[in-house]
């Protein structure tokens, strides 16, 4: 008898669920058609908001910041009105009460994807680079396809894309090649130490101007940087117009092929560093003594041994064990003629 009860009271709870859930089915279908309006009426607006700010570029990152915050608004909206909907004494306060009851634990649990969340924020508001900018991050080089709430991808010149955490790009240095119009390429070119260094910088500048990429303002210039071992270096300085990566590769074979070509046929040495070796001869009577050692460098006015070609060295070589056999040779001699007397 009690089974059957049980088992009465259950099927009667099931009933009731099934009763409940039929009545609350139309509330359940229009909460999901009104939630569906508020999605994509939220989608809409980010792109009415993002098209208004296109034209403009200084506006146009502050368009993604505002687009994405009224998508983010309109879609909390429609689900306080759904869930009003479903259940018709649900609050708006109620779920603002549970959201600060378990915000501390969300803060912590998502820690790292909150950071990333403001300093996307920041880096659209701040606009230290924008989308299409080429910009150097570390090991990483390459144009900004886009920058999310998250991260921000760059394409590489390879073609590779790279997804950089915001929170990273914020807190560490960025290098942004575009930022500016006009961009300086620098490159130092080596003259042997006989040449005439004012004739080597003019040439120079002749052969920089001659390319229709350089820029003619700010003016080009060539400035003597170093005298290197076997080279006097001279660095040539020229300013391109736009400054992007493939103006830069283009520009800088244009001016050095234009360079090397104009010095040789002008008989400006470009000289490659050469090192001399000195062998030390080991067989000197002078080897220990390194005030006298010849090491390449002047020992003042002490005695030092005169140089040796190798063939008179190895001359002496045989001399000195030939007589040094021949030596041998007299003793064993006096040795013999002692033991026959």
């Known amino acids: 008898m009690n089974f059957q009860a049980s088992i009465s009271a259950a099927w009667q709870k099931i009933q009731g669920t099934i009763d409940t859930a039929i009545v609350m089915l139309p509330n ?184 229709d990429e350089v820029l003619t303002d700010p003016a080009a210039d060539v400035l003597v940087m170093e005298l290197a071992e076997s080279s006097v270096n001279i660095r040539a300085r020229w300013w391109i117009k736009p400054p992007r990566r493939a103006d830069d590769l283009y520009s800088r074979d244009k001016v050095l092929s234009a360079i090397k070509q104009k010095l040789v046929e002008n008989g400006i040495d470009l000289p490659y560093p050469t090192r001399q070796i000195l062998f030390h001869d080991q067989t000197e009577d002078t080897d220990g003594d390194r005030s006298r050692q010849r090491e390449g460098w002047p020992a003042g006015n002490k005695q030092v041994p005169q140089p040796r070609s190798i063939s008179s060295s190895l001359r002496r070589l045989a001399q000195i064990r030939a007589s040094s056999n021949g030596s041998a040779g007299n003793r064993e001699q006096a040795q013999t003629a002692n033991d026959d007397q």
């Open 28 to 211: 359940i279908v229009l909460a999901l058609i009104v939630f569906a309006l508020f999605f994509f009426a939220a989608r809409w607006l980010k792109l009415l908001v993002k098209r208004l700010t296109r034209r403009h570029r200084q506006a146009r990152n502050l368009g993604m910041v505002l687009g994405r915050l009224a998508q983010g608004t309109v879609i909390l909206i429609g689900l306080f009105v759904a869930l009003s909907i479903v259940i018709p004494t649900f609050k708006a306060g109620d779920l603002v009460q549970l959201l600060g009851i378990s915000g501390v634990a969300i803060g912590f649990a998502f820690r790292d994807i909150l950071q990333n969340f403001l300093a996307g924020i920041l880096i659209l508001l701040t606009e230290p680079f924008r989308i299409d900018d080429q910009i150097v991050f570390k090991d990483f080089e390459g144009t900004v396809e886009n920058i999310q709430t998250r991260a921000t991808t760059i394409k590489t010149y390879d073609g590779r894309r790279i997804v950089i955490p915001n929170s990273e790009l914020f807190t560490n240095s960025v290098t942004v090649n575009t930022a500016f119009d006009a961009r300086r390429i620098e490159y130092d070119i080596g003259i042997g130490y006989g040449d005439d260094i004012e004739s080597a910088k003019r040439l120079m500048l002749e052969a920089i101007y001659s390319v």
